[in-house]
């Protein structure tokens, strides 16, 4: 997953890989967020939650601010300048678990009405179509119309 930072407007966009997270640095995260289990942290990154997404930042900010305190951590303006977004290998996760489930029902409309929020989430939304045609689900890719 990458979170992605922008500070201002004169500022460049920072980018945070969360599989670049130690071990330490994601049970930091955890402990900061009152023992958040790390599974549970990716899905509230998902949903963009605050707190998950400013504990994050601030365990990568600790690498070169070793006395940063979350408590004392704000990020102003968060909702504009603060996001997670997934990379190919989440989006084939998600499609992945979508494909089985809409088989086993033998029906697109599940992978269907996940696609706009796939779509929202990916750091690179033509990650999304080849994840589809991957799995043979191409007709389901955007048109021009989406």
Do not use: C
Not at 4 to 29: M, N, V, W
Request: net charge negative; proline share 5%.
């Amino acid at each position: 997953m990458i979170i992605t930072y922008k500070p201002g407007d004169d500022l460049p966009e920072e980018r945070y890989f969360t599989d670049e997270l130690s071990a330490i640095e994601a049970a930091a995260i955890e402990e900061a967020t009152n023992g958040t289990a790390w599974r549970r942290i990716e899905d509230l990154l998902r949903a963009q939650d605050p707190t998950s997404l400013r504990a994050v930042l601030w365990a990568f900010r600790r690498r070169t601010q070793p006395g940063l305190v979350f408590s004392e951590f704000d990020v102003p303006g968060w909702k504009r300048r603060l996001f997670a977004r997934i990379e190919r290998v989440e989006i084939d996760d998600v499609l992945n678990t979508l494909v089985t489930e809409a088989l086993a029902n033998n029906e697109d409309a599940a992978i269907d009405s996940m696609l706009p929020h796939l779509r929202r989430l990916a750091h690179d939304q033509a990650d999304v179509e080849a994840a589809l045609d991957a799995l043979g689900k191409g007709h389901l890719a955007a048109g021009p119309e989406d």
